[in-house]
Each structure stands twice: as structure tokens, then as C-alpha cells.
């Protein structure tokens, strides 16, 4: 037995000794030395898009979820009430500030206290040595407001139409019925400023600007600027009065909106009437059931998916930056993709291989490196303000001195961006290109193809699937892109999408809202930072899952396009 | 007796041509053509006349020009950067490199079919009448006929009537080839050119294809580059031994292969180099 047990072993480390001779066993040629190394340097690299999907989908997800508000009695018998936002340790240095010489439990909570306009904050410190008492009264109101934030408080009293009831549960359901009336007055105003208002002062600009241009190509004094002012005035006072209609309707809502109303009252007794109009969202929100509570959290982000923004860009939705943002990074995907690819098949294809090819792709290659803020500037200068400039001057001279495209607009931010992903496009074609089995080339020459057939046949086809690789790296670096787009169009609020249903639909040169910059506005640019955090991240989520999603379905094109042309089928 | 290169390069070599008693007439004539890579010369002087409606082998050790002579019959050297050529190959009469050719006509007249099966990645029907798709046409029993014919030619068509429609890449090495075959007889060329149809291929395939050549025998015009003799005895009527870049001997298969004139042909026919 025993004889039979060393057997293997001597086996075993035989050819071991064959090829290290006396120097021992090197590792390297037998074992996978640094497998270890590359195995971690992934699981580092997993690991850290994990957690920052993780921190991005936690923050951005639970923001919009109604918590619990608190009425927070202090030591000094003071009130306040609030939505307990985050908590903190005080560190040993700021405890001495507040000359506190027990710091067992130094722990202080934020709370989001709302009442903008009452307590000229949002947001509230409180240290927990401080607090007496705390209570989740079922009375207790969150109440969204168009303006000046959200109200904490009680509902004191409601004003119907001249009839004063004092509020208590029972009105609750009448409350709720007259908040259903007023945001559809709400609804019906906003299509009147918009809609009625927008289209009647977009026809006297026009109005006005047609006389010019007959100003500026006959003259002030010639006869036909003469009939045209005639005809167009006769225009304009129509106008005028269907605007004075309209005014007066809008007049009529307002007034009747001030007739309903609620007196809020907030813990310390101040007092504040708010028009019922006004309020967005009211909700007792230590008073709710857990589906109430997802209602009202699948609202906000309805709201927050399908509305405009509200109170510089921190409450209200991002509608018109998903807009903007998608709208813009299709367009500069339709300018690049053909660019791009006739570009590198010429490059490949055609152009006689030598210094100046290899050339001219050096520098492509490194065009990819420049920084984007330095495109941006390419763009608002060459763009904006040559081209744009000078087809103001051609086509658009009535509106001087206001720029049309003399300025930053989509069409522009889309060029830019387009010419900053050019590179990654050509590249990525080219090596599709030469992806493609030089014999497969020869096949279809010598059926008799031209050049031309045979790309349009054989290679493009084929070269397809990586063209498409090249446009979602494009696409993916475009969407993601802020710095240049800030100088070429981009803007914190834009009043009119770039497409809508004035004529001629799509406005190019119009100025656009993006997400990502929203995230820059909403996070650093705001009069309360502490409000615009969660904001940042339900944004950052939002503009990840855009572009994620344009990718999928790029991705989804691409491997229908592979099946297609590949063995699999 | 091994000849290094260098006894060939040192001196003139004069090809010897046996007398051939061609009834067809010629259909393809090279006449003294030479092809420079660059500045080395790959192809000096190389002269023949190909018999029409016959199968004409070129043989020879590797690199020594046959594929570079059956590329340059329909210009496909024309791809290379850095070509140069001297002398003229004559296609029905026509020198081939005079500036009014047409090359994609040539081409169109010449099918060829290449070392390595390349059937395009599509479906097999479109694979066969791609040549006539390119073309312009779009009739679709115009197609489907050509297809039905050009298979039963390379009889492909029992074993891949049911599944046209499926791609050509799913069919055996020795299946894509006579697709190849077929795509390269679609559109009915006069010439079909062979680089090595069978070097990439199994010896049961290798067989089929032969048997091909001899059925296309007579329809077409057949010129097969090949390094295996026993396949250029079997089906060429005509071959012609080459050797660094120059024609040595060509004449009737069976007098090339069992009384050459040359030393150098019987060395190489015999095995003893190449």
C-alpha cells in the first residue's frame, strides 16, 4: 500500500523537475502567475459601477417617496415641523461652538421644514439634546405649492365661494373634490397663456416683421409698404381684440380661483390663505396607507416625467430636458452617422494607403482627445456666430438686431456634437471595414461588381454591425456630454420646445434644456442647495436610464442586423 | 538533379511549347507578360494560348506565379497597390490591358472561383444570382431559374433545393465551393478561372469538384491553377508547368505528365522537388 501511495506523488513532481533543473519550480511556467491580479482588477472595476449604480438608483428612487413629518417640541418649548431629511454626528469641535460639554450623544437631524415664505429657509438643524418631544400628529398637512415650496402645517379653514367652513376630516372629501376643480382652471389657464396667448403673439411678431422686410426691400416711403402697413393693421386690431378676448376669459378664472381658497396654518399659529389653485399635491402625511403613499409617489413621478419645471428647476418635472436631450442627441446621431462613415469608407476604401493617409488618421485619432469645452467654443464661434451670423443676415434680416441662428440653438449644439464624435465614429468604421474578409471582396469583383456595388453589397452590410458599435459609443459620449453644449445652446429654462405646433413645427435654432445640465443647474446653481441634492440624483438616474435605453435599442437594432447577415441564420 | 533558383536565373529560359492541334481556336493569349511587385518581378515573359472549350492546369511548386498569371487573365491583380506589368494577354483578340477595356465586363466574362470558399454571408439564392443582381436584374423568375440552373450545374441543387433560403454560410466547405462554382457560372461567363478550387478542401469534396470540371468541360473554357498533379492530370486537357515566375513547358496534359521535354517538368512531375 504504502509503496502504491508514493507512486503518483513521484509521478507528480517528475516533470517539474524535467523543466525547472536545480533552480526549483518556476511558477510562471506552470501556474497562471498573475491571474489573481487580473481577475481582481475587474472585480475593483465591477465593484465600482456596482456601487455607483447602487448610490444613482437608492437616492434617485426613494426621493419622490412620501416620509413621515414630525412635530418637533425643543427644549425651549418652541415648535417646529418637518420631514426628517438626514441625520448627522456632530464632530467634538462643533460641539464646543455650541459650548456643550456632553457629547455622548451629539446627533443632529435636518429637517425639511417647507414654509419658504414664512421662515425665509427650507431646511433646519436641530441638535437632539435639544429636543423634548416628538410627535407624528395625523393632522398634520404636506402641501406642494406652485410656488414658495411646500407648506407644513394644518388646514385651519376653507373659504367656498364667500362661505367660511372650519376644516376638520369630514371636509376632507370636499377639499379634495374643489382641488379637482381648480387644477383643471389650473390646466384650462396654463392652454390659454401657452396655447391661445403664444400663437396670437407669435402672429403679431410675424406681423411685424413682414413689414419690415417690405420696409427693408422698398423703402419706407414706397407705395407698397404704404398698402401693406394698411392691410396689416387692419390685421393686427383683429388680433388685438381676439387677444383682449382672451384676456378677459383668463381674467375670469383668476378671479373666480381667488373665491376658493384655504387658510393654512402652521405649527407656531402663523397663519397663510393659499388659493386652491395653487396647490399641486396636499396629502396627511402621517395619516396615509401604503397605497395612498405610492399613489402619490407614482404621481410625483408622473409629474416629474411629464411636467415643466417649476421654482428654478427644483420642484415641477424635466419634460423639456428629456425632450431636449433626446431630441438633440438623435439629431447629432442623423448628422454623424453618414458623415462619419463616408468619411472612413473613403479613407479605407478609396484613398491610396501611404503617409498622408496614416496622416490624416493620426490626427482623426487624436481629435478625440481634445476636451470638449474646446469643441464648444469651435461651435458658439464657427457655428453660431460665422454661420449663424451670416444666414441671419441672408434669410432672416427683418429680425436684426435678435438673433435667429446667430446664436446657440439645438442645430448647433447637435453640429458640435457631432464633429466631437466624429472621431469615434470613423474609427470604429474603419476597423469594421477592415473587418470585413478581403476574399469576400474579391468575390464580388470578380462577379463583375464595380467598387461601388461591392461596398454597397458586400462591405457595408457586413461592416454594419460594427458601424453600429461605433454610433452607441458615439451616441452614449454625445448624451453624456454638458461642457460644450453650455456654450452652444443649451440653457437653465427654455420656454418653447424646439418642436411644437407653431409652423414650421421644428424650430433647429431655438435654445434647448438637457438634463445633464439641469443636474449642474439643479445641483450647484440653486438658491437652495439642500433641496436641489435629491433632485441631482432622480436626474442623474433619469439621464443614466435615457441613455441606457437609447443604447438598448441601438443594441437591439445591431444584433437583429448581425442575425441577419451572420451564420446564425 | 535539384535546380536552385539561381540556375534559372543566370540564363535565358526558352519555353518549350509541344505542337497542339487546337480545333476550337484560342480564347485567351498571353503574349511575353510580365508583372512586377513593386520592383521585383514576379511573372518574365510568360507566353500561351488557351484552347477554347478546354481545361487548361497550371502546376507548379508555391510562389512560382500560377496564381499571379490566373489573377492578371481577368485584372484582379489590379486590387495591389504598386503593380507594373509588360506585354499583353489577349481575350478574344482583345489586349485586356489596352485603356478602353472594360474591367467589370472582363470580369463579367470571367467567372472565378478562389482558394478559400467565400460564399457572401446571405441567404444561398442570392448568393447564386448575385452576379446577375449586380446587373440590374430584378426579374424574379428570370433568378430563379439561373439559380435552379447554375445549381443543377455544380449539382448543388438536390442537396440545397429545400433550404435556398437559408444562409450560405451553414453549408460544408465542399458545398460552399460548388456554390461558388455556381455563383461564378451564373451569369454565363466564357472563362471560368480556378485558384486551387480543392486546396481547401477534404478528398470526397475535392472528387465532387473534379467531377464538376469534367461535367463543365466543353461549356466553358476552364483554366485551374493547382499544386496537386494527380488532379491536373485527371481533368486538364492542357497544362503548363511553371517555375519562378516563368512558363517552362506547356503542352497536352498527357505528354506534359509522361514524356517532358524538360528537365525541370519531369523532376517536378515525378516528385522530386516542389
Not at chain 1, 453 to 477: E, S
Not at chain 2, 138 to 167: H, I, M, P, Y
Amino acid at each position: 500500500m504504502n509503496s502504491l501511495k508514493l507512486k503518483p506523488k513521484q509521478k507528480q513532481r517528475s516533470p517539474g523537475n524535467v523543466f525547472s533543473g536545480s533552480k526549483g519550480i518556476n511558477l510562471a511556467s506552470k501556474g497562471e502567475k498573475y491571474l489573481w491580479s487580473m481577475g481582481g482588477a475587474l472585480i475593483i472595476g465591477l465593484i465600482m459601477i456596482a456601487a455607483f449604480l447602487l448610490l444613482i438608483l437608492v437616492n434617485g428612487l426613494k426621493t419622490f417617496y412620501p416620509g413621515p413629518v414630525h412635530r418637533v417640541t425643543l427644549t425651549d418649548n418652541r415648535v417646529i415641523a418637518g420631514e426628517p431629511f438626514r441625520r448627522e454626528k456632530i464632530s467634538q469641535d462643533q460641539t464646543l461652538e455650541t459650548s456643550r460639554e456632553d457629547t455622548c450623544s451629539a446627533w443632529r437631524t435636518l429637517y425639511k421644514t417647507g414654509n419658504f415664505d414664512l421662515y425665509n429657509k427650507d431646511f433646519r438643524w436641530v441638535d437632539e439634546q435639544d429636543i423634548k418631544q416628538i410627535s407624528e400628529p395625523k393632522d398634520i398637512f404636506y402641501i406642494e405649492r406652485t410656488e414658495w415650496g411646500p407648506f407644513i402645517g394644518y388646514i385651519h379653514e376653507l373659504n367656498l365661494n364667500h362661505e367660511t367652513f372650519f376644516f376638520s376630516r369630514e371636509r376632507l372629501s370636499q377639499l379634495k373634490k374643489e382641488h379637482k376643480a381648480a387644477q383643471a382652471r389650473r390646466n384650462i389657464l396654463k392652454d390659454l397663456k401657452k396655447k391661445e396667448m403664444g400663437s396670437i403673439n407669435h402672429e403679431l411678431d410675424n406681423l411685424r416683421l413682414s413689414l419690415k422686410r417690405v420696409e427693408l426691400d422698398h423703402g419706407k416711403d414706397s407705395v407698397r409698404y404704404k398698402t401693406t402697413l394698411d392691410s396689416l393693421s387692419a390685421k393686427r386690431k383683429k388680433l388685438e381684440e381676439n387677444y383682449g378676448e382672451i384676456a378677459d376669459k383668463i381674467e375670469i378664472i383668476i378671479k373666480k380661483d381667488a373665491k376658493y381658497s384655504v387658510v393654512l396654518k402652521d405649527v407656531s399659529g402663523i397663519e397663510k390663505r393659499v388659493n386652491i389653485s395653487d396647490i399641486i399635491r396636499f396629502y396627511p402625511a402621517n395619516n396615509l396607507t401604503l397605497s395612498q403613499k405610492t399613489g402619490i409617489y407614482i404621481s410625483r413621478w408622473i409629474e416629474f416625467l411629464t411636467a415643466e419645471p417649476r421654482e428654478a428647476n427644483i420642484e415641477g418635472g424635466v419634460m423639456p430636458a428629456i425632450f431636449g436631450t433626446f431630441a438633440m442627441t438623435l439629431l447629432m446621431v442623423i448628422i454623424v452617422a453618414p458623415l462619419g462613415v463616408m468619411a472612413s469608407l473613403y479613407l479605407k476604401e478609396y484613398a491610396k494607403q501611404g503617409k498622408l493617409v496614416s496622416m490624416v488618421r493620426i490626427c482623426v485619432n487624436n481629435l478625440a482627445g481634445v476636451p470638449s469645452i474646446v469643441y464648444g467654443a469651435f461651435g458658439l464661434g464657427f457655428f453660431a456666430y460665422c454661420v449663424g451670423t451670416t444666414v441671419d443676415r441672408i434669410f432672416f434680416p427683418e429680425y436684426l438686431p435678435n438673433p435667429v441662428y446667430g446664436t446657440g440653438g439645438i442645430l448647433w449644439a447637435a453640429l458640435t456634437l457631432a464633429l466631437l464624435t466624429l472621431p469615434v465614429v470613423i474609427v470604429a468604421t474603419e476597423e469594421a471595414l477592415a473587418a470585413v474578409p478581403q476574399s469576400l471582396r474579391e468575390g464580388s469583383l470578380a462577379c463583375g461588381a464595380s467598387k461601388w456595388q461591392t461596398i454597397k453589397n458586400i462591405v457595408l452590410p457586413n461592416a454594419l454591425p460594427g458601424i453600429m458599435t461605433g454610433l452607441i459609443l458615439a451616441m452614449a459620449r454625445g448624451a453624456g456630454e454638458v461642457a460644450p453644449l453650455m456654450l452652444v445652446g443649451v440653457v437653465k429654462l427654455a420656454p418653447d420646445l424646439p418642436v411644437d405646433t407653431i409652423f414650421p413645427f421644428i424650430h433647429p435654432e431655438r435654445s434647448f434644456m438637457h438634463l445633464g445640465f439641469h443636474i449642474f443647474d439643479v445641483g450647484f446653481q440653486s438658491r437652495n442647495a439642500e433641496a436641489g441634492k435629491p433632485m441631482v440624483f432622480v436626474t442623474t438616474l433619469l439621464l443614466i436610464s435615457l441613455i441606457g435605453l437609447m443604447n438598448a435599442f441601438a443594441i437591439h437594432i445591431r444584433s437583429r442586423m448581425k442575425k441577419k447577415y451572420s451564420v446564425g441564420q | 538533379m535539384i535546380i536552385k533558383p539561381s540556375d534559372i536565373e543566370n540564363k535565358e529560359i526558352q519555353t518549350i511549347y509541344h505542337p497542339q492541334k487546337g480545333e476550337q481556336g484560342s480564347v485567351i493569349d498571353i503574349d511575353t507578360f510580365s508583372l512586377f511587385y513593386g520592383k521585383s518581378q514576379a511573372l518574365f515573359d510568360t507566353t500561351m494560348d488557351v484552347e477554347k472549350g478546354l481545361v487548361t492546369a497550371i502546376i507548379g511548386p508555391s510562389g512560382c506565379g500560377k496564381s499571379t498569371l490566373l489573377k492578371s487573365l481577368n485584372r484582379m491583380n489590379d486590387l495591389i497597390d504598386n503593380i507594373s506589368i509588360n506585354g499583353k494577354i489577349r481575350f478574344e483578340g482583345k489586349n485586356i490591358f489596352d485603356r478602353d477595356t472594360d474591367v467589370i465586363n472582363l470580369r463579367k466574362q470571367m467567372g472565378m472561383v478562389f482558394q478559400k470558399p467565400n460564399p457572401f454571408p446571405m441567404s444561398i439564392a442570392d448568393n447564386v444570382t448575385y452576379p446577375l443582381k449586380i446587373d440590374g436584374i430584378r426579374g424574379k423568375n428570370v433568378l430563379a431559374e439561373t439559380c435552379e440552373r447554375s445549381l443543377k450545374r455544380t449539382a448543388l441543387w438536390d442537396e440545397v433545393k429545400d433550404r435556398l433560403n437559408e444562409s450560405a454560410l451553414r453549408l460544408s466547405g465542399g458545398q460552399q465551393q460548388r456554390l461558388c462554382i455556381a455563383r461564378a457560372i451564373a451569369a454565363d461567363p466564357e472563362v471560368l478561372l480556378m485558384d486551387e478550387p480543392c486546396s481547401a478542401l477534404d478528398p470526397m469534396a475535392t472528387i465532387k469538384i473534379e467531377d464538376l470540371i469534367n461535367e463543365l468541360k466543353g461549356k466553358y473554357t476552364i483554366i485551374i491553377v493547382t499544386h496537386n498533379m494527380q488532379q491536373a492530370a485527371r481533368v486538364s486537357n492542357n497544362t503548363a508547368f511553371m517555375y519562378i515566375g516563368r512558363i517552362i513547358e506547356y503542352g497536352k496534359t498527357d505528354i506534359i505528365f509522361t514524356k517532358p521535354k524538360s528537365m525541370k517538368t519531369q523532376d517536378y512531375v515525378t516528385g522530386r522537388f516542389g
